[in-house]
Antibody, heavy 119, light 111 residues
Framework: QVQLQESGPGLVKPSETLSLTCTVS??????????WSWIRQPPGKGLEWIGY???????NYNPSLKSRVTISVDTSKNQFSLKLSSVTAADTAVYYC???????????WGQGTLVTVSS | QSALTQPASVSGSPGQSITISCTGT?????????VSWYQQHPGKAPKLMIY???KRPSGVSNRFSGSKSGNTASLTISGLQAEDEADYYCCSYAGSSTFEVFGGGTKLTVL
């Protein structure tokens, strides 16, 4: 059974960089069959796709966030990570990592982690 | 504003059937058979219910079905049960510039 677990700070100051890591167990980020994605959900609102990475390091990002987002993968640790720079209160959300059997089929999700942007 | 349009809420009584629509454009829903649906209970992660318009993952009840006509995809739930009460989101591939877009979500109430 594939499991994903997000980790990282729950509070980030405005203008700083949000950093989260997703640890995968029961499966490998080196699998060529999947993309590894980040999705977020502001409190009380809908889902927003942030971007994904392939094991090779190839990435694609939501055009509305592209200038601030970096997703990376560490195959030795079976992890992938999200960095979102210059955050504002609008970036406050539950951040989910997910496995994607491309495209749009997110079949396994982490439990989500709430990141609050506040001074 | 979400890229895909869903009704904010739908409701039905136990045993009835309901349909949730997901309207996009010829650049997303209308161009690709790559629409998925997710169920989300409060405080929980979304769960995949339908992928590639009408395929059901192993373990998902056959009361859930998906379809598409033109720029609109639909999720139908038959034989409504209390545990179906949740938020539902559609997602579509939107090409190699926009990639993936979600709908705004629909709250299903089982009366």
């Amino acid at each position: 059974q594939v499991q994903l677990q997000e980790s990282g700070p729950g509070l980030v100051k405005p203008s700083e960089t949000l950093s989260l890591t997703c640890t995968v167990s029961g499966g490998s980020v080196s699998s060529g069959s999947y993309y590894w994605s980040w999705i977020r959900q502001p409190p009380g609102k809908g889902l927003e796709w942030i971007g994904y990475i392939y094991y090779s390091g190839s990435t694609n990002y939501n055009p509305s966030l592209k200038s601030r987002v970096t997703i990376s993968v560490d195959t030795s640790k079976n992890q992938f990570s999200l960095k979102l720079s210059s955050v504002t209160a609008a970036d406050t959300a539950v951040y989910y990592c997910a496995r994607e059997a491309p495209p749009t089929t997110f079949d396994y999700w982490g439990q989500g982690t709430l990141v609050t942007v506040s001074s | 504003q979400s890229a895909l349009t869903q009704p904010a809420s739908v409701s039905g009584s136990p045993g009835q059937s309901i349909t949730i629509s997901c309207t996009g454009t010829s650049s997303d829903v209308g161009s690709y058979n790559l629409v998925s649906w997710y169920q989300q209970h409060p405080g929980k992660a979304p769960k995949l219910m339908i992928y590639e318009v009408s395929k059901r993952p192993s373990g998902v009840s056959n009361r859930f079905s998906g379809s598409k006509s033109g720029n609109t995809a639909s999720l139908t739930i038959s034989g409504l049960q209390a545990e179906d009460e949740a938020d539902y989101y559609c997602c579509s591939y939107a090409g190699s510039s926009t990639f993936e877009v979600f709908g705004g979500g629909t709250k299903l109430t089982v009366l």
